[in-house]
């Protein structure tokens, strides 16, 4: 029996600005970890002057590969926040 998941068609950004700090999100399909990886560096490349580059991420038809990163921000306000929004569960 075939499974069917959710996944990005295409990638989406945003920018939110809160007491004078900016905030960039981008949303991108890729299909696995070293995807990610590569991902990741190009960002950090292109925005050379960010403090933080917090992340979450779900890989696999059941998700059974999650990862996400404060990056620096306090523990718990960054990459959990964004991967129980995405995916309404904590990895």
Known sequence: MEHTF??????????????????????????????????????????REARHHAFAYRLGREGEIARFSDDGEPGGTAGRPMMECCSG???
């Open 6 to 47: 959710r996944t990005l068609r295409a990638v989406g950004v945003s920018v939110l600005e809160i007491k004078r700090s900016r905030f960039l999100g981008r949303a991108e399909p890729f299909v696995d970890e070293p995807g990610f990886q590569r991902l990741l560096a190009q960002v950090r490349a292109a925005h």
């Open 89 to 91: 569960r904590a990895g």
